[in-house]
Each structure stands twice: as C-alpha cells, then as structure tokens.
C-alpha cells in the first residue's frame, strides 16, 4: 500500500510540474503577444504623434527667424523636448500599465493554479490517510478474528478433552 501511495504522490506531483511548465509557456507567449501587439501600437502612435514637417516656405522663415533671433531656436528646440519628454513619459506609463496588467493577470493564474494543486495534494493525503487508517482497522478485525477463532478451538479442544457436558437434571 505504501509503494502505491508513493507512486500516486510521484504521478501527482509531475503533473503538478507539467501544468506549471505549461502555465509559465502559455503565460509567455501570451506575454509576448501582448508586447509585440504594444510595440506596433506604440510605433503607430509614434507616427500619428510626429509633429509635421513646416512645408518649404515655413521651414525657410523659421530658419531665418532662428538665425536673427537666438531665443526662437532655444523655444523651438525646449517645445521639441518637452513634447519628445512628454510622449517618452505618456510610453513609459503605458508600458507600467501593460506590464502590471500582464503581472496581475499571471499572479492570479498562478495562484488559482497554486490553489487547485494544493487542494489536490491535500485531497490525496486524506484519501491516503483513509486507506491507511482502513486497512489499519482491517488488519485489526482480522487479528480479533484470528483471536476468537483460536479461542473457539481451544474451547473446543477442552470440551473434547473433558467429555460429553451432562445436563443436571440428567443426574
């Protein structure tokens, strides 16, 4: 009985490997999945965010605006940092979002699974424990069994050993 529940726990507990083999397997493709799909949306926002280019005229009354006045390219050049800083903070609270939407989504799975496999062990070792404490209970009805029968044929025995039993009144 103790080898066939050492092979159950051994069974149960390589299934129980294979399921966390296979979570952590889907839970990456799902990861990689989910960042491939926020790097194209990122650089379609990328593209959609581009401030245009000034068209010839424009860009020529800039430059010439630019080199007469010092302070117009400083403003032009700290407006293209505070948006290129802006649109690189408004990515890196996406990528939080993304990453911690994706953590929590992989904590809880892997915590239902924790769950049902700890609720699987435990289900065994009860039913373990049952059969142990059954064949316990067997092993010692069988014992008083043999008691009793042993008892019997000693009584038996004596009985032969002694004669036939009279009855009183036969006296």
Known sequence: MMEVH??????QELRHAREVTELQESQQAAADKAI????????????ADRVPEPGGF???WRSIREAVDEEARQQRLADEARRAADLEDRRNDE???MVSGLDAAQRAEINTL???QGKERA????????D?????EDDERARQIAREYEERQREALA????????????R
């Not at 491939?36 to 593209?47: D, G, L, M, N, Y």
């Not at 289900?123 to 049952?130: C, G, I, R, T």
């Not at 142990?132 to 316990?136: D, G, V, Y």
């Not at 009985?159 to 036969?170: F, I, M, T």
Request: net charge positive; glycine share 2%; aromatic share 2%.
């Open 6 to 11: 050492a092979t159950e726990l051994r069974e």
């Open 36 to 47: 491939e799909t926020f790097a194209k949306e990122q650089a379609q926002r990328i593209v």
């Open 58 to 60: 424009e860009r020529i």
């Open 95 to 97: 990528i939080r979002i």
């Open 114 to 116: 924790v769950e049902r």
């Open 123 to 130: 289900d065994l070792l009860k039913e373990q424990a049952n």
């Open 132 to 136: 142990l404490k059954r064949r316990i």
């Open 159 to 170: 009985r032969d050993r002694e004669g036939p039993e009279r009855e009183p009144r036969a």
